[in-house]
């Protein structure tokens, strides 16, 4: 019953970062929509905000999906984020305002794709540890 348990809390944050996946994929593209100047500073601010806390949120909901199972590399790694946002607040850069939105445009594009990267990797500890759930509680019954 516990292997229920931890299993759901699996998946649960394996959908948790799937969406900070696409929520970043969505940092990335509009950062090239405001590259290639089809979007406004205020309207690429307009976009990308929202989504700032939006994905806090989800860490947070994350980080409390390996806290209760006790899976201490992924709260290593979901600690690390918290710095992170951590840090911007503090530096007062967390949310883009429109007149510094293009000087921090190539930091926050860098940004994206790293975090693309940490979320990937994120989804692929859950799922190996899925299948090492899986294979641990596997019986062979031959008779």
């Known amino acids: 019953m516990e292997d229920f348990y931890h299993i759901i809390f699996i998946v649960t944050a394996f959908i948790l970062n799937s969406i900070n996946l696409g929520i970043n994929y969505h940092f990335v593209i509009s950062g090239e929509e405001f590259k290639s100047q089809s979007i406004s500073p205020v309207d690429y601010c307009n976009e990308i905000n929202p989504f700032i806390r939006l994905e806090i949120i989800i860490n947070l909901l994350n980080l ?3 806290i209760i199972p006790g899976d201490y590399i992924e709260i290593v790694l979901c600690l690390c984020i918290f710095i992170y946002f951590s840090y911007l607040y ?3 850069f967390l949310f883009i ?7 921090y445009l190539e930091r926050n594009e860098n940004v994206g794709y790293q975090k693309i990267v940490y979320y990937l990797l994120l989804i692929l500890i859950l799922l190996i540890r899925l299948i090492l759930i899986y294979l641990t509680n596997f019986e062979i019954n031959i008779f």
């Open 90 to 92: 503090y530096k007062k």
């Open 97 to 103: 305002k429109p007149i510094n939105a293009q000087s």
């Open 64 to 66: 409390i999906c390996y």
